[in-house]
């Protein structure tokens, strides 16, 4: 059993005629579109200071690393 919208005509109540024959943007809503949402307090950084960034910590959790063992702290 299907709905149909019935609207009225000059002949009476007429169906919706089916302008998409897709079913995919049925299935789609509203809530999926939305707007790009900015935030003001964070700011951009390149690639280069996010690359100098990462490569510090990975270099900074070697050394820790490196000594943590070289004392005997992790034995």
Do not use: C
Not at 30 to 57: K, Y
């Amino acid at each position: 059993m299907t709905l149909k919208l019935y609207r009225p005509g000059p002949d009476g109540l007429e169906p919706a005629p089916d302008a998409n024959q897709d079913y995919r943007t049925r299935l789609r809503s509203r809530r999926w579109h939305l707007p790009a949402l900015r935030n003001p307090e964070a700011e951009p950084i390149t690639a280069v200071g996010g690359v100098a960034l990462f490569g510090a910590l990975a270099v900074l959790t070697f050394v820790i690393l490196l000594l943590g063992y070289g004392i005997g702290f992790w034995h």
